[in-house]
C-alpha cells in the first residue's frame, strides 16, 4: 500500500473530534490494508514503532529535522526556520517546505507503508559514530520522495507528536468491526489487554480471524495490561459491595511494578509498560533471591524508604530513579525502595489470572521468601468493618495512602486493563467533603501575574470522557505550586503547545494557551460543584451544567506513570459528585 493512502486518511481523522467518526475511518483503512502490512499500519496509527514495553523510542533532534527538510527542498534555511519559530510542529514546517518546493526530481520513489516504516525504524535505532550522518540521509532521502501530505505526517511520527488524537480503545473498536463484528469487542480488547500489544492483535485477525486470537496467552517477558479498582466513600459500602467480607491490603504511594521472571532473568514494567528494568538493578538482584519458583508474573508496589527510619517517603522520591542513564550506583544509594508484592498472575508455566483472589495469594506466598527490601503487601481478611477501619487508621499512621479492598468470591479473577468492583480503593482523602484526590490532563494555561509573571500562573485541568474520546474540563488550578515546580512546568509544557485548543479538548473557557494533552496532575478540591463554565459530565446533573472542582490544590504529585486518557474520567467525577451528594 502506498504510504499517501495512510497519510490521506490521517488528514481525514485529524479533521474530527468525534470518536464514532474517527472509528468509521479506521475502518475503512483497515479493510484496504494487505494482511501483511497491517502490523506497520495499527503502529504507525498508534505513532509507534513497537509496542511500548519494547523500548523503540521516536524523536528526532529538532536541529537535524530542520536540517532534512533544507536537504530535501532546498527552501530557504532562514524561511524554515522561521516556519518552524511560528508553528512549532514539524510536520507543518515540512508540508509547507515541500509544497514550496520548485521541483520534483525525476530520480523519486513512490513512498510504500513498508519503505517509510523501514526507514523510520532506522532512524530510530540508530547510534554510536556516524549515526547522525545516517539519520540525516534517510530522513531527507524520505521528504525528498514525500508529497506535502506524507511529509506532515512521517515528520510527525518521527518528532513522536503523530497528534491524531485516536486512543488504544478506538482501535480496539475498529479491527473488531473489521474482522469480526462489534459484538466481539470484548474478546478483541482481552488479547489486547493480555499481550498489550494491537499490532499482533490485528495481525491474528486479519490472517486467522477471532479464532487467531486463542493464540495470545500470558507470556513472561511481555506485561500485561494492569487490572484497576472502583471506589467507594466508606468501609461499611465497601464490605456491602464485596458480599460482607473482603480482604483489605495495604494501599503503598509508589510505582506499580510488573515484574516478570525466568531463571535468571527479571525485567520489571511499570503500569505504562514502559521496561524499568536498568534503573532498579537493586529490585533485581533482590527477587533472584527472593523468588522461588521457576517462572512468574508477580505485581507489587515499589516505594521509597527513608533507610534511617524505615518510613515510606512520598511517591515523588521514586521518581529521581526514573530515566537515569548516568551516576545510577549513587541513586540507588541515595534512593533506596522497597518492593511490596500484592498479586501473583502466573506461576511456573500456569496462567493464574483466570483463578479467585485466594487462590493467587497463596501462590504469592508460596514462591515468595521476604527478604529487607521485599514483602509481601499485609493484608487482613475480615467481615467486621469497625477491624477494618482499624486497619485503615494503622496503614495512614505507617505513611501509606489507604487501603485496597478486594473480593474473596469465585470470580475474583485478575482483570487485566479493566476497572471493576472486584477491587475497590479507600483512601485518607475521602475524610473530606471531596471524596477522593483525582488526576487530571492539563490543557490549558494562563498567564502569571504578580511574584508569578513570566510565567505560568494557573493551569486548566480536565477529565477524560472515554465515550467520546475528548477530554472534559473541570478546575483551574493556581494552587498548592512551589517555586521549583513552577520553574520546571515550561520544559513539561511547552513542547505541547498548540495554537489553539486541542481538537480532543472540550472548554468553553479561553485559556492564554493551549497544550496538547500530556502532563497528568494529582488534585485535591474542597468539594465538587455545578458549573456553567466547565465541560466535565455537561448536563448529566442539570441542564447547562457540568462538574467542577472548588478550592483545587496540586498535591505535589506528578502522574508520570499515567498517560492523559488514564486521568479520572468525566464518569468517575460524576460518581464522586454523587457520592459527595449522598
Not at 479467585?356 to 467486621?384: F, G, H, M, Q
Not at 446533573?541 to 472548588?550: E, P, T
Request: hydrophobic share 40%; with cysteine; aromatic share 8%.
Amino acid at each position: 500500500m502506498d504510504y499517501l493512502t495512510l497519510a490521506q486518511a490521517y488528514e481525514k481523522i485529524e479533521a474530527t473530534s468525534k470518536r464514532l467518526e474517527m472509528t468509521d475511518m479506521l475502518v475503512e483503512l483497515f479493510r484496504n490494508v494487505p494482511e501483511s502490512e497491517i502490523e506497520k499500519v495499527v503502529l504507525l496509527t498508534q505513532g509507534k514503532l513497537a509496542p511500548d514495553f519494547a523500548g523503540q523510542e521516536l524523536g528526532i533532534a529538532e536541529k537535524l529535522a530542520l536540517k532534512a527538510i533544507y536537504e530535501a527542498t532546498r527552501v530557504n534555511e532562514t524561511d524554515i526556520q522561521k516556519l518552524w519559530l511560528k508553528e512549532g510542529d514539524l510536520g507543518t514546517v515540512a508540508y509547507e517546505a515541500v509544497s514550496r518546493r520548485k521541483q520534483t526530481s525525476l530520480f523519486t520513489d513512490t513512498l510504500s507503508i513498508g519503505m517509510v516504516f523501514d526507514s523510520l525504524v532506522q532512524i530510530s535505532s540508530a547510534s554510536g559514530s556516524g549515526s547522525q550522518d545516517l539519520k540525516l540521509k534517510l530522513l531527507a532521502k524520505l521528504m525528498h520522495d514525500s508529497s506535502p501530505v506524507e511529509a506532515k505526517y512521517i515528520a510527525r511520527t518521527l518528532a513522536g507528536k503523530l497528534r491524531l488524537g485516536i486512543a488504544d480503545m478506538t482501535l480496539v473498536d475498529a479491527l473488531a468491526i473489521t474482522f469480526a463484528t462489534k459484538q466481539d469487542r470484548d474478546r478483541v480488547e482481552l488479547a489486547y489487554n493480555t499481550c498489550s500489544d494491537l499490532a499482533r492483535v490485528a495481525k491474528l485477525l486479519a490472517g486467522k480471524g477471532l479464532s487467531g486470537l486463542s493464540e495470545i496467552e500470558l507470556e513472561v517477558g511481555i506485561p500485561l495490561r494492569a487490572m484497576l479498582a472502583e471506589r467507594l466513600p466508606g468501609i461499611p459500602e465497601i464490605l456491602d459491595k464485596l458480599g460482607g467480607k473482603a480482604a483489605f491490603e495495604y494501599k503503598y504511594d509508589g510505582l506499580r511494578i510488573q515484574a516478570h521472571i525466568k531463571g535468571e532473568g527479571v525485567q520489571l514494567f511499570t503500569r505504562q509498560l514502559e521496561d524499568v528494568t536498568g534503573q532498579f538493578p537493586d529490585l533485581v538482584d533482590i527477587l533472584k533471591v527472593a523468588f522461588k519458583g521457576k517462572s512468574g508474573v508477580l505485581e507489587g508496589e515499589c516505594v521509597p524508604v527513608d533507610i534511617n527510619t524505615g518510613e515510606m517517603l512520598p511517591f515523588q522520591t521514586v521518581s529521581r530513579r526514573r530515566g537515569r542513564k548516568y551516576e545510577l550506583t549513587s541513586a540507588v544509594d541515595e534512593f533506596p525502595v522497597m518492593l511490596y508484592l500484592f498479586d501473583c498472575l502466573y506461576l511456573n508455566g500456569k496462567d493464574l489470572t483466570q483463578t479467585p483472589y485466594t487462590n493467587r495469594r497463596k501462590k504469592l506466598i508460596s514462591c515468595i521468601s521476604e527478604a529487607d527490601r521485599v514483602k509481601l503487601a499485609e493484608v487482613l481478611v475480615t467481615s467486621d468493618a469497625d477491624e477494618a477501619e482499624a486497619f485503615f487508621q494503622k496503614v495512614i499512621g505507617k505513611g501509606g495512602e489507604g487501603i485496597m479492598a478486594k473480593s474473596l468470591a469465585d470470580d475474583s479473577f485478575y482483570k487485566a486493563g479493566s476497572r471493576g468492583w472486584h477491587w475497590i480503593k479507600f483512601k485518607r482523602d475521602y475524610k473530606s467533603e471531596m471524596n477522593d484526590t483525582v488526576d487530571l490532563a492539563v490543557v490549558g494555561g494562563f498567564s502569571g501575574r504578580g511574584k508569578r509573571a513570566g510565567r505560568y500562573g494557573a493551569l486548566l485541568m480536565a477529565t477524560y470522557n472515554r465515550d467520546e474520546g475528548r477530554f472534559e474540563t473541570v478546575t483551574k488550578l493556581g494552587s498548592g505550586f512551589d517555586d521549583d515546580f513552577l520553574a520546571a512546568l515550561p520544559e513539561l509544557l511547552d513542547p505541547h503547545l498548540v495554537k489553539k485548543p486541542h481538537r480532543l479538548v472540550n472548554s468553553a473557557m479561553q485559556a492564554d494557551f493551549w497544550f496538547e494533552p500530556s502532563l497528568v496532575l494529582e488534585v485535591k478540591g474542597a468539594e465538587i460543584t455545578l458549573s456553567p463554565t466547565h465541560t466535565c459530565a455537561w448536563e448529566l446533573v442539570r441542564k447547562g451544567s457540568g462538574l467542577a472542582i472548588r478550592f483545587p490544590r496540586y498535591t505535589g504529585k506528578v502522574r508520570q506513570d499515567k498517560a492523559p486518557e488514564d486521568a479520572t474520567t468525566s464518569e468517575e467525577m460524576l460518581a464522586l459528585y454523587n457520592l459527595q451528594a449522598k
